[in-house]
């Protein structure tokens, strides 16, 4: 009988708590600045595009559009070979942040570039839930 392996999960730290506790609500949130008005991906401690730590949360659409991505078919870590292959991509989210996700729902071979995406929730744990994409409601596959 196969052993079945957890997936690893994050640990959340200081800047990151609120962004994955809200993920595990089933929230997609970024952290924004309150000096040049830009969000980021990954929640830091000051902004990237200004230095500012004037910082606030903000609710995200959960909507975004395959920036890149890449078929894994030979996963490197033991847990994730029942699930080869697999999409990773890089979204491009409405409010401007990039992050890393992997597209679910649709045959590998056919996500591409531009596709319109909408994020769900992975459960990893009883606490921690990871964003990932799937297309867009309507799109085409
Ligand atoms: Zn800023």
């Given at each position: 009988?196969a052993?079945t392996?957890?997936?690893?999960?994050?640990?959340p730290?200081g800047?990151?708590?609120?962004y994955?506790s809200?993920?595990?609500d089933g929230?997609?949130i970024?952290?924004?600045c309150?000096?040049?008005?830009?969000p980021?991906?990954?929640?830091r401690?000051?902004?990237p595009?200004?230095g500012?730590?004037?910082?606030?949360?903000r609710?995200?659409?959960?909507?975004?559009?395959?920036?890149a991505?890449?078929?894994?078919h030979?996963?490197p870590d033991?847990?994730f070979r029942?699930?080869?292959?697999y999409?990773?991509?890089?979204?491009?989210?409405?409010?401007g942040?990039?992050m890393?996700?992997n597209?679910?729902?649709?045959?590998?071979?056919?996500v591409?570039i531009?596709?319109?995406?909408?994020?769900w929730?992975e459960?990893?744990?009883?606490t921690?839930?990871i964003?990932?994409?799937?297309?867009?409601?309507?799109?085409k596959?």
């Amino acid at each position: 009988m196969a052993e079945t392996l957890s997936l690893p999960a994050p640990t959340p730290t200081g800047d990151s708590k609120e962004y994955w506790s809200a993920a595990n609500d089933g929230r997609l949130i970024l952290r924004a600045c309150r000096t040049c008005g830009k969000p980021m991906f990954y929640p830091r401690g000051h902004c990237p595009a200004c230095g500012s730590g004037d910082l606030e949360w903000r609710e995200a659409s959960g909507e975004g559009v395959v920036h890149a991505c890449t078929i894994v078919h030979r996963a490197p870590d033991q847990a994730f070979r029942a699930r080869a292959p697999y999409v990773i991509a890089l979204v491009d989210l409405k409010e401007g942040p990039r992050m890393m996700a992997n597209i679910t729902d649709c045959p590998p071979e056919e996500v591409r570039i531009g596709m319109p995406v909408t994020v769900w929730f992975e459960a990893r744990s009883e606490t921690i839930a990871i964003p990932q994409f799937r297309p867009a409601q309507g799109e085409k596959k």
